[in-house]
C-alpha cells in the first residue's frame, strides 16, 4: 500500500498505525484502543517512520510489464520488453537510460536499453518501451529492468525483477 505524508508534517521520527478489521470498514472506533470481541477480528500495526526531505534525482523501475511476470511463450519468438519507470525525485528527468536484462538457467545474460528522451515530472510514472527480446531456447528466465541515472545516489528502487518461462 502507498501512504500519503501530509505536507504539514515535520521531518524526523514519527508514530505510524495501520489497522484492519473484519467487522468494521472502515473502522470508527478510537484509533488508540485495540481490536476486541466486540469489533471481531482484526489486526494493529504499530511503526516508528522516519520522514525526510524528497530527494532531488531519485528514478526507479517500478516493473516489467511486458512480458508479465511468470509469462510463458514460445522460444524464438519475438517480444516486446516494457517497463514502468518512476520519478522519485523532486527534480523533472529526462535523457536517461533504462535498461532490460534476461538471463537464462545457464547463466548467459543479454541486455536492452533505451534512452528516455521525455520529461519524467517528480511523483509520476511513465510506461517504456526498452526493445524487443528473441531468446533460442526453452526454459526459465530471469528478467530485471532498471533505470541508470547518474545524479541518482538512492539505488534500493531502481530495479524491478520478473521470470519467464519459454516453451520449445
Known sequence: AT???????????TGFRIRNGYVYYPYS???CS????????????????????????DLGAVAIIAPANNATFCAN???????KIYNYGSSVESD?????TYTDSSG??????T?????????????VYIGTINPPNGGKYKGKAFTVLATDTIHINDSSSSTLNLTT
Open 3 to 13: 501512504f500519503i505524508v501530509p505536507v504539514t508534517k515535520g521531518l524526523g521520527q
Open 29 to 31: 472506533g478510537s484509533a
Open 34 to 57: 485495540n481490536f476486541g470481541t466486540s469489533t471481531g477480528a482484526g489486526e494493529t500495526e504499530d511503526y516508528i517512520v522516519n520522514i525526510v526531505p524528497q530527494p532531488s534525482h
Open 77 to 83: 519468438r519475438v517480444d516486446t520488453v516494457m517497463a
Open 96 to 100: 536517461f537510460y533504462v535498461y532490460a
Open 108 to 113: 548467459a545474460t543479454n541486455s536492452i536499453y
Open 115 to 127: 534512452k528516455y528522451t521525455g520529461n519524467l515530472a517528480s511523483a509520476s510514472a511513465d510506461n
